[in-house]
């Protein structure tokens, strides 16, 4: 594309933005209502009690207008976070305590993302009124994380059946929601910063009777050089505006859950080996539980090199999943009630082969 060309595609773009988006920011903005921000073509439904909403589309999408007018991210990203602020903290105030209230579950394997391990566990400490248990489970041939992570964090160790066996999501999980000791599950990723009052918010839906929670209304997206800093303690997560905003992450990222309907479903399908697609097949699952899909809070991403095969619909994992999805949520649920899960020996869909759904 010509330079002529792109400038006035530039240029296109900012009308569209000023003409149908920012008149959304501003009644959000003197409404108070930011969480109804959306792109224009979509559509919300609003939480019974005003909490939050629930995207009435499939799949994440990112919010244009941020991306063509960046002061719109900033506003957006402080305003969530005046609500919700996200601290960092050593260790939480009760750690120590045998009846925790929440557990966070983190899967992990090597060392390049020790720094996003180390961070979202600091802002799972400055969780307030709320007793908080954290278990990372490192899924590595060597435990390497030992020496770094923090005392009241509880390390269990998954060596793969095999040195070159890909990184298995539903395993690390799998593993993890055996060694819990609190009823409510957060199966949380290692590159997600949470507010202080994310534990508290998930539990409160739990008390009201519901057994999944997807509490991600925006996920702020920080550029490398942002992240670094914040790394580094030379920046706050304020100082630049987001890269993106994601909304409608709905298995994916961070998702809470009772231990009991955890269970009751079979957890997460260990036959995805390899990236992408077993939040997916479990979020599907989970809809035959009672579910809070009514998104209200704000989380944190720190920036990392893409996975292998994430864009790739021709993924193993991605063709697994499309094999899968032919069999309704119901049948899927049956289909994992008699297979083992959580076997420190392996996950169970390994040496098998990956599209026997049967």
Request: hydrophobic share 40%; proline share 8%.
């Amino acid at each position: 594309m010509s330079g002529a060309r792109r400038v006035f595609g530039e240029l296109r773009r900012l009308a569209g933005a000023v003409r149908y988006d920012v008149p959304l920011y501003l009644r959000s903005r003197l409404t108070g209502r930011y969480l109804s921000i959306r792109n224009r073509a979509e559509h919300l439904e609003p939480a019974p009690d005003g909490s939050g909403y629930r995207c009435l589309w499939q799949w994440t999408s990112e919010l244009h207008a941020p991306k063509v007018i960046p002061a719109l991210g900033r506003w957006l990203m402080r305003r969530a976070m005046a609500d919700h602020p996200i601290e960092r903290a050593s260790a939480p105030p009760d750690a120590a305590h045998e009846r925790p209230d929440i557990t966070f579950l983190i899967g992990h394997r090597g060392l390049p993302r020790l720094p996003h391990l180390l961070a979202t566990l600091e802002s799972i400490a400055a969780q307030r009124g709320v007793r908080v248990e954290c278990i990372v489970v490192e899924q590595d041939p060597v435990s390497q994380l030992g020496p770094h992570l923090p005392a009241w964090v509880r390390l269990v160790h998954t060596p793969p059946p095999a040195a070159d066996m890909p990184y298995c999501r539903s395993w690390t999980f799998n593993v993890g929601a055996l060694h819990a000791r609190a009823p409510v599950l957060v199966l949380h990723d290692n590159d997600l910063l949470v507010p202080q009052d994310y534990a508290a918010w998930n539990l409160d839906r739990v008390a009201q009777g519901f057994d999944v929670v997807n509490p991600k209304r925006f996920i702020f997206y920080l550029d490398a050089s942002h992240t670094q800093a914040v790394f580094d303690r030379q920046a706050g997560l304020l100082r630049n505006p987001p890269e993106g905003i994601v909304q409608n992450a709905e298995g994916g990222g961070s998702v809470a859950i009772t231990a009991q309907a955890y269970a009751r479903i079979g957890g997460l399908d260990e036959s995805f080996i390899g990236w992408g697609g077993e939040d997916n097949e479990f979020w599907e699952r989970a809809q035959t539980l009672r579910v809070w899909p009514w998104a209200g809070l704000p989380l944190v991403h720190l920036w990392h090199a893409a996975q292998p095969g994430k864009r790739d619909a021709t993924y193993h994992t991605a063709l697994h999943y499309q094999a899968l999805k032919q069999m309704s949520p119901q049948a899927r649920v049956a289909r994992l009630a008699d297979v083992p899960r959580g076997q420190m020996s392996g996950p169970s869909g390994w040496g098998t082969t990956r599209d026997d759904v049967q």
